[in-house]
């Protein structure tokens, strides 16, 4: 009895890392911003996509999750040097800093969307 038991907690932590996904062709990168285990290798398994980060295209197309992006710096994710640069860019360090939760941020992204929605739709009748 007990021969198959472990002492290991149910919940296993990990180190996470938000960091770039190379994807893409041979010499035109694209790159996913990813929630991946630390030790994990660059383009291996991942936790979730954040956002995406095209650098060819002119000017260069950043899309981040906010509200994600800060769920995982709250929960401990250290964004590498790059990815800190771009969630700077789009405005989530800001969020991050500023203390607003995921909850907040989805929120006002959903206000925004209908606000454009409407103001869409203003413009065509």
Sequence with gaps: ?????TAYPKEI?????????????????TYRVVAADARSPRDGRFIEIVGTYAPRSEPSEISIDSARAV?????????????????????????????????????AKTKADE??????????A
Excluded: C, N, Y
């Design 1 to 5: 009895m007990g021969r198959f038991t």
């Design 13 to 29: 932590t990990v180190a996470v890392r938000l960091r770039l996904m190379r994807m893409g062709k041979k010499k035109q990168p």
């Design 71 to 107: 769920h995982w710096l709250r929960e401990g994710a250290q964004p590498s040097d790059r990815v800190k640069k771009l969630l700077e860019l789009t405005g989530a360090w800001e969020d991050f800093t500023s203390g607003k939760t995921p909850e907040v941020i989805a929120a």
């Design 115 to 124: 606000a454009a929605k409407v103001a869409a739709e203003g413009a065509s």
